[in-house]
Nanobody
Framework: QVQLVESGGGLVQAGGALRLSCAAS????????MGWFRQAPGKEREFVAA????????RYSDTVKGRFTISRDNAKNSLYLQMNSLKPEDSAVYYC????????????????????WGQGTQVTVSS
């Protein structure tokens, strides 16, 4: 099993930037594909970005492509999400998620594919 704890959320003005972190513990981080999801009030949780175990493969939702960058540091058991050019519609609780995968380059994008979830961190973008 892996435990996930997100941090780095906060209040930022539109056009600003935030960097989210997800600290993993309890298992071999490099064995897991990782993803970021978000959920705004009254909306379903949606995919944001994901990265393979190897870091060679990534996927982004169309709404964040070109503005957000996912990365990971397997030596530090950490996942990151650099968010630039933030918009009010990016406001949500952001969750990191993990799933064990034998394939080093597989990038799961569906939330049903993920087995482990953090508690989330709130991001609020003011206009």
């Amino acid at each position: 099993q892996v435990q996930l704890v997100e941090s780095g959320g906060g209040l930022v003005q539109a056009g600003g930037a935030l960097r989210l972190s997800c600290a993993a513990s309890g298992s071999t981080f490099s064995a897991y594909a990782m993803g970021w999801f978000r959920q705004a009030p009254g909306k379903e949780r949606e995919f944001v970005a994901a990265m393979s175990r190897s870091s060679r493969s990534t996927r982004y939702s169309d709404t964040v492509k070109g503005r957000f960058t996912i990365s990971r540091d397997n030596a530090k058991n950490s996942l990151y999400l650099q968010m630039n050019s933030l918009k009010p519609e990016d406001s949500a609780v952001y969750y990191c998620a993990a799933v064990f995968r034998f394939s080093s380059d597989y990038v799961p994008a569906g939330q049903n594919e993920y087995a482990y979830w953090g508690q989330g961190t709130q991001v609020t973008v003011s206009s």
